[in-house]
């Protein structure tokens, strides 16, 4: 947590977060989606990563932008011209389907990718994780952006922080507490996935496990 004072977080959208998006929102008590940034690409913002009997494997949303390299977060559209939705859900449910809860929240999850509906993508992110906080009982406090914010003076800003691009000797959390993972004996134990590896695997668990995680946040 912030040592001035400042207490609201910065964040960007995030297809099915990584845990240290979670954590983070859980550390803070308010946080701010950002949707009036330039939109940029390989980012959490379309992606998420699972593990899976291959290995880790990232599920990226195709989107469109309908002002280029100029559009906004708030006006991204998922792709309407690939079947994504089926291909994510058929990599989630094989990666998953042995894990202790997936009967349990398979039923949570699972219609937002059997239909072919087209979504801003900032809604999409919005209405997976909503359902998935809700579920788990997570008070989590988030807000959206009505300005861009360049500089942020009065956040904790992470927009880019938070990126599967970041260098392995800078992370926002430096150890992660071991839980059983479907494939971890042929992988070891793989940390930081996206939330519904943590869902799947914990099940009502989950949020005690990113409650203990805040303490190894930013050291």
Same mark, same amino acid.
């Given at each position: 947590? =912030? *040592?001035?004072? +400042?207490?609201?977080?910065? #964040?960007?959208?995030?297809? /099915?977060?990584?845990?240290? !998006? ?16 330039t ?9 998420c ?44 449910? =094989? *990666?998953?389907? +042995?894990?202790?809860?997936? #009967?349990?929240?398979?039923? /949570?999850?699972?219609?937002? !990718?059997?239909?072919s ?41 992470l ?34 996935l996206? #939330?519904?590896?943590?869902?799947f ?19």
């Amino acid at each position: 947590m =912030s *040592a001035d004072g +400042k207490n609201t977080l910065l #964040i960007p959208t995030a297809y /099915l977060p990584p845990l240290e !998006y979670m954590v983070a929102m859980l550390a803070h008590s308010k946080a701010e989606v950002d949707l009036h940034e330039t939109y940029p690409k390989q980012t959490w913002r379309n992606r998420c990563r699972i593990l899976t009997a291959n290995g880790v494997l990232d599920l990226t949303i195709p989107v469109t932008r309908p002002m280029g390299n100029h559009t906004r977060t708030l006006a991204v559209m998922t792709s309407s011209h690939e079947p994504w939705q089926q291909k994510h859900w058929r990599a989630i449910s =094989s *990666a998953y389907r +042995k894990a202790p809860y997936f #009967i349990f929240y398979e039923d /949570l999850i699972a219609p937002y !990718y059997l239909n072919s509906s087209q979504w801003f993508l900032w809604e999409f992110n919005h209405q997976l994780l909503h359902a998935i906080a809700g579920e788990l009982n997570m008070d989590l406090d988030w807000a959206y952006t009505d300005t861009y914010k360049k500089q942020a003076l009065d956040y904790i800003d992470l927009r880019n922080r938070i990126s599967p691009k970041n260098r392995d000797d800078e992370p926002l959390i430096d150890h992660w507490p071991i839980y059983y993972q479907t494939f971890s004996e042929k992988y070891g134990f793989i940390p930081n996935l996206s #939330i519904i590896d943590l869902l799947f695997h914990m099940g009502p668990d989950a949020p005690a496990y990113l409650r203990d995680a805040i303490r190894f946040y930013l050291g």
